[in-house]
């Protein structure tokens, strides 16, 4: 029996366009709940890709939730520009509905380094996590 998370690449429609994302999943669990991780600052090499990001969304999937890291707008393949935080908010609200829709019953978190930290923050003010 494998016990590498299951995980899928795809795009998700954001306020600015489609945002790149990669989904995981535990490998032989129903998730226990939800977590949206943002990544640092992408005007300074900030990516889904990040090592923290990517360590804070595993970590999360060794709990046994799952796990939803995407790009902020202009970052990588997601459409849009750069929007001095503010758009960015509206892309981590967007990916937070996107996870609520899937498992609307399950507990969703949130968590971020650096900018993304700061933008998670914004989004636990806007909305329930």
């Known amino acids: 029996m494998s016990k590498t998370p299951r995980s899928e690449r795809f795009f998700l ?3 600015a366009g489609r945002l790149q994302a990669i989904f995981e999943l535990p490998a032989e669990q129903i998730p226990l709940g939800s977590v ?3 990544h640092p600052h992408p005007q300074h090499g900030g ?3 990040n090592k923290v990001a990517h360590t804070l ?3 999360f999937v060794r709990m046994g939730y799952a796990a939803l890291r995407f790009n902020f707008r202009g970052t990588e393949e997601s459409e849009g520009v750069y929007d001095e935080g503010d ?3 509206g892309d981590a609200l967007a990916a937070i509905e996107w996870m609520r829709a899937r ?5 969703l978190w949130v968590a971020g ?5 700061a933008i998670v923050v ?3 003010v806007a909305t329930e996590v």
């Open 13 to 15: 429609d954001g306020p």
């Open 36 to 38: 949206v991780v943002c």
């Open 47 to 49: 990516t889904m890709h």
């Open 57 to 59: 969304a595993r970590a």
């Open 87 to 89: 758009g960015e908010l």
């Open 103 to 107: 498992y609307p019953d399950a507990p």
């Open 113 to 117: 380094f650096s900018f993304g930290a």
């Open 122 to 124: 914004k989004a636990a």
